[in-house]
């Protein structure tokens, strides 16, 4: 890379800690000086002598040894194995204690939003906005819009007439939300969401498609966190809802209607067609398909790339996706799958006139010819 | 949810209609009081007392009786039983309309766009405007960009040099079209959505890539509807040409010079890879991927997923992906897979061997250890 | 279409060249007038008599001899056939001279960016702005940002506090860059990107999800190339890196921490999961997965909508994906698939029995009978 770009960008504010500012505000048993000055979080592998590092995955454990860390974060198994090699933060659940640090930094570190109306934004005299939210440059807030206390509106933001975000939401740059819907408290929706755009509803005639219009709204609870470019429609005629907890990663599309329950957690290009209702504290791998008008039970897992084209009432993990091959391996095995279906009945008719005319003469209960899973 | 943010968002106009006057601009007969006040489009199922529905799907024909609409739209064949419960419209197709239904109740509900510039928007003083054209606040309208009448341009979006929009048009917030496209007249593009981005063309040089910069255009007809962030890129010579009433959902990718034929309709998330010619009156299914240069005749219909590797001539559904199953059957089903070419021909050596040494000598007239679709 | 909006849009220049001029800039042999006037690039087969056009892929060799174009440009294996039909250029590797062709034509044929500060852009006083660069309306630069000499930034940009762009790197319209990151010399980045927003991230708690601050940023090359609403995001700890030359295409997901090698290229629609490393020169097919944390070798070749599951450490071509097929004869299969880990096993037993009891009373020894690649 060339010198022009690669410089380092400046942080707002140089992180400087101490271990035992972390341990007073995060908790945690500390074992060594609490004096030792952290400027960075860093993984095991690659941490500098600044550096507070986290072993949550027992996989890792051999990196422990040979870290320059400062610091580790481990739970009380591993307490002796870190205290070898320094100091050490001891936690019930260090990846856990790593994910509020990581809070704890972040506020200590970023430059808060300026709180106030940016003068080039356009706001409508009618618009709600309450105490200490900040609107940043070039954002449009439309007719009746209401923010709620602390929200954080980004650069070219836009929302729509008579929507309402609660306390606390953070919309970063370049958010679309549509009239007529409601985001709740402390969500983080981040650049190129839209939030309300019509769901993809015609009906046909005569070869032509005429627009069903998207009547309804979204409804997003608290504590949802929706990635880069994600799109969630409005609702046909009800609202589509995504309820408290949910947390969509990037690109992922949410069809009308569709409804997801609490704490459920999806993977970036998911695609979910409308009507589709999913269950509580699922998850779904990257790229998954949910089709439309189905229903997903609470504690579902999806795996990546996998299309759940029925109904699943089990909580429990599912797959849908045959591992890559080389390429020469791939197109033999993939002309075969065109046959699968007669080579299932030649296998058949094979075991049938073995049964019948079997070498030794063996009759109907000979288990060798049994099948064993009927269509 | 929390309070600060459950709120109902308030419609633009509060929907106050008698079924008398919904009979009296959309048709239909209208069987019972005219002078009943209606309030809500609903679903049969949650319908309240001041809602209007429809029944158009016989499996929901049981919703019938239950229903507390004030008044259900249905076909000849259901007239006995939506009077035996109250109201009705009858009419030859009730998702039809419902669709009309629905355009004309957000005709009268919707507060329309202000026509005129957004003292906000930056606008090329040699961009032609038509009468009655809505530009939005923090628009960017280019050089030589021509806007029909009635066009509405929402905030945030850009026009580039050159641009066409035809009559009527409507483009939501945030929209992206860059310099030398066309789009036809009656269109409905939604936030996110970027028209003219450059084509993926480059030629390879020694290990590096050149880029082949991407001369053409985008055409887009009348009456298309493009979702919530999908892309269309520019043509690298020709142009990208996408026909009238074509409808596409969210988050698709239209490669450079593709051609998708009039009425055709895609679900999101689908990819078409470049210079594929896909017909008029076709469907695809979620998340369904097109290769690049195929061909593909008018009415097919793609099932999600699908990928389309080679042209299809004939007309007809088509489908290409395996239904999900739970984690430990699919796992072995999976490996097998990996035999599939394998144990064709294990399967063939035993037909052949049973064919030649049979337990009766049969011969090779023998019908089940023909194969059947050879490879 | 209609005609309000069907009429060709006017180029910023009318491209009007000698076959001279061309081969004067270019190079190559130029057999024919060179004073004949060229004012298109067009494809062979639908060239025009002012068109130049190019035969790369000899698999449009029969087109040669029919096509109107003023004069084509071949390799020296085709210079007779060229010749015989008119004026050409024969050149070592008619595609990258193509590529280089455009690039010329577009510098001539396209309205450069005007350098300077368009008066609505929203500049932070701090931010350091090298010559001839050119910000568009309504662009937001915050705080600190650095962009390097002859850095184009398109309308609506929003470039966050901290970031620094290398020279002669161009943003069309609407690209986001969130704070911190770092982007290289003469990048083209496309509307809708977004680069730095947040990694999905998330520590579990008791059901619900505890966010992980993304303390990272995203490092990107020289040479790089992003196409529309593709998503980078930022690291979680260390930076997300996309080395020299990479080109994505449209509606790509790259996650935190992602390593893209030198030259590696990707069509659209492509999901790559955290911390995943692929290597130099890769190419990856449109709507492949990537799984997170494996490892892709330099030079490997992934086929579209293909499953990268696990590293691969060989170079080469791997594919992942079955063909459509018709949807009567795709069911029947599809519903097989459960049932190919029995099948294997019901093969197995007969070729067990055979083995065993066969017709001949064949020993262990016998070659049809014998498993080819057990499991």
């Known amino acids: 890379m060339s010198d022009s770009a690669g410089a380092e960008a400046p942080a707002a504010v140089v992180a400087d800690f101490s271990l035992g500012d972390i341990a007073a505000e995060l908790g945690g048993e500390l074992i060594g000086d609490?004096?030792?000055?952290?400027?960075?979080?860093?993984?095991?592998?690659?941490?500098g002598s600044g550096a507070i590092s986290f072993l949550s995955n027992p996989r890792y454990a051999a990196q422990l040894a040979s870290t320059r860390a400062a610091c580790v974060i481990v739970a009380e198994s591993m307490r002796d194995a870190a205290l070898a090699r320094g100091a050490a933060i001891v936690v019930p659940d260090p990846y856990l204690y790593f994910a509020r640090l990581t809070r704890w930094w972040a506020a200590r570190t970023r430059r808060p939003a300026a709180p106030g109306v940016h003068p080039s934004a356009v706001v409508h005299p009618s618009a709600s906005i309450a105490d200490g939210v900040s609107v940043g440059p070039l954002a449009v807030i439309e007719q009746g819009v209401h923010l709620g206390a602390g929200v954080v509106v980004g650069p070219h933001c836009s929302i729509g007439e008579g929507t309402r975000i609660g306390e606390q939401t953070r919309l970063a740059a370049r958010v679309s939300i549509a009239a007529g819907c409601t985001i709740g408290a402390r969500c983080i929706v981040h650049s190129g969401v839209v939030i309300g755009a019509d769901g993809f509803g015609f009906a046909p005639n005569?070869?032509?498609?005429?627009?069903?219009?998207?009547?309804?709204?979204?409804?997003?609870?608290?504590?949802?966190e929706i990635g880069a470019n994600t799109c969630i429609d409005r609702g046909a005629l009800g609202d589509t809802v995504i309820d408290d907890g949910v947390k969509l990663d990037n690109l992922i599309q949410v069809g009308h209607n569709v409804q997801i329950g609490k704490h459920t957690a999806m993977a970036g290009c998911v695609g979910i067609a409308g009507s589709a209702r999913i269950g509580a504290h699922c998850t779904v791998g990257g790229a998954a398909g949910i089709a439309g008008h189905i229903t997903i039970a609470d504690h579902v897992h999806i795996g990546p790339m996998a299309i759940v084209s029925h109904s699943i009432t089990k909580p429990g993990h599912y797959s849908g996706v045959f591992p890559?091959?080389?390429?020469?391996?791939?197109?033999?095995?993939?002309?075969?799958?065109?046959?699968?279906?007669?080579?299932?009945?030649?296998?058949r008719a094979?075991?049938?006139?073995?049964?019948e005319h079997g070498p030794h003469g063996s009759?109907?209960?000979d288990k060798n010819t049994t099948e064993r899973d009927p269509a």
């Open 34 to 47: 609490a004096a030792v000055r952290i400027t960075r979080i860093e993984p095991l592998e690659t941490a």
């Open 206 to 224: 005569q070869g032509r498609w005429e627009k069903i219009e998207q009547l309804g709204g979204v409804r997003i609870g608290d504590d949802v």
């Open 324 to 347: 890559i091959d080389d390429n020469a391996a791939w197109l033999k095995n993939a002309a075969a799958v065109r046959q699968l279906s007669a080579m299932r009945e030649r296998l």
């Open 350 to 355: 094979l075991e049938k006139r073995l049964l």
């Open 363 to 365: 009759g109907p209960n």
